[in-house]
């Protein structure tokens, strides 16, 4: 399966200090994407870095990938009690096709 | 842009009863696919259509399940006949602005009795 998996299943801290996530993946990705999922909602993309990529940065976010490793994390810096969710990683096919196979998710808890 | 908008939100039907799950994508967008989520087994993906064109229904868990995209702008998912362990959210995303992102609606949450 192509499908990745999140380091923690869940993390709790407090508001101020930063979060990080990592996600294991098994087969050759062309690029792999996070996304954020509130409870009860729909997924929202956050970022996507290109298997050529080796950091990427989006305001508070940090996306680091290690191919060779076939991981990735992603860095939550000075947490809000808004960044509460659940964040999942992503991998795009090598194939081209745009299908993409998800995490299994790292429930965020940001305590105020 | 309204976003994929997905129907209906909440669904409780009955076992062998069939459920219909609606979906409209993004206007522009080629992509289409549908997504099962449960505590169990997390994300799955189910189908994904390219120009209404089903591509790879490999993730149909089985034959009481069929999807449909008869033009650009709308998709079905249906389940007949329905059983309690069908009992998910059900999400529909779309892509095509050439960025690989998916957009997700706010998916369907099915309960069977």
């Known amino acids: 399966s192509q499908q990745g998996e999140e380091d923690p299943q869940a993390l709790s801290i407090q508001e101020g200090e930063n979060a990080t996530m990592n996600c294991s993946y098994k087969t050759s990705i062309n690029n792999l994407q996070w996304y954020r999922q509130n409870s009860g909602r729909g997924l929202v993309h956050l970022i996507l870095i290109r298997s050529n990529e080796r950091e990427k940065h989006s305001g508070r976010l940090r996306v680091t990938l290690d191919t060779s490793k076939k991981s990735s994390s992603l860095l939550i810096t000075a947490s809000r009690a808004a960044d509460t969710a659940s964040y999942f990683c992503a991998t795009g096919s090598p194939s081209g096709a745009n299908n993409l196979f998800f995490g299994t998710g790292t429930r965020l808890t940001v305590i105020p | 842009d309204a976003g994929v908008i997905q129907s209906p939100r909440h669904e409780v039907t009955e076992m062998g009863q069939e459920v219909t799950l609606r979906c409209k994508p993004i206007s522009g967008h080629n992509s289409l696919f549908w997504y099962r989520q449960t505590m169990m087994r997390g994300l799955e993906l189910l189908i994904y259509?390219?120009?209404?064109?089903?591509?790879?229904d490999s993730g149909m868990p089985e034959d009481r399940f069929s999807a449909k995209m008869p033009n650009a702008s709308f998709s079905t998912l249906k389940i007949q006949p329905s059983e309690p362990r069908d009992s998910a959210v059900y999400f529909c995303?779309?892509?095509?602005?050439?960025?690989?992102?998916?957009?997700f609606g706010e998916g369907s949450r099915l309960t069977v009795l």
């Open positions: 995303a779309s892509s095509g602005d050439g960025t690989g992102e998916l957009f």
């Open positions: 259509f390219n120009n209404n064109v089903p591509i790879d």
